[in-house]
């Protein structure tokens, strides 16, 4: 299978400023000390390549997981739990090569949590990652990204002599995204 991976990798030109990709995904979501399962959920993400150094990527997705703690004033042990995302994110890529090209990301989005006869509770975050996107065939994308949901984050001072604002992330990790994906190119 890498061999042919490596062999397609030969054949057509790299991706261009203006294209737009489509991704499936698979990931691992750790919800830390939540009272969650940690799951695997599923995404479908959208990406925009707005120049050759930056992206717009939008993503939704769905986790099936088990609640245990307390809700509403009652206790809980095990009980169904969806939990579903959604993002809109900035990418800044790096070309590591013509098919291997690394990005930084950071944006907004939601978490939302539904245990089954409850009402659904949701958080706005803030997410930080990057990744890797290995580009084996002419419009085919492998990808792996790492991205952390908070819910809130601090800003701190702008520097006039560099034109940078200063911020990081703060309050509570949401949720942890360890995922991989294969994606189509148009």
């Not at 919800?31 to 993400?45: Q, S, V």
């Not at 990406?47 to 703690?69: E, N």
Request: aromatic share 14%; hydrophobic share 40%; with cysteine.
């Amino acid at each position: 299978m890498l061999a042919l991976a490596l062999w397609l990798g030969l054949l057509g030109p790299p991706a261009e400023a203006g294209s737009s990709e489509v991704c499936l995904s698979l990931a691992h979501f750790d919800f830390g000390e939540r009272g969650l399962r940690d799951a695997t959920a599923y995404l479908l993400r959208y990406t925009h390549d707005l120049t050759d150094r930056y992206a717009l990527q939008g993503s939704l997705g769905m986790s099936f997981s088990s609640f245990s703690g307390s809700v509403e004033g009652e206790s809980l042990e095990d009980e169904p739990a969806t939990v579903s995302v959604w993002y809109v994110s900035v990418l800044y890529k790096f070309r590591i090569t013509e098919r291997l090209r690394s990005f930084t990301a950071m944006g907004i989005g939601g978490v939302t949590r539904h245990i089954k006869g409850f009402r659904p509770e949701g958080k706005m975050t803030f997410n930080f990652g990057g990744g890797l996107k290995f580009l084996p065939a002419e419009r085919v994308v492998l990808s792996f990204g790492i991205r952390s949901f908070f819910s809130s984050v601090s800003v701190g001072g702008f520097s006039p002599s560099s034109g940078f604002i200063s911020f990081w992330p703060s309050g509570t990790r949401e949720v942890l995204e360890v995922g991989s994906g294969l994606g189509v190119m148009f």
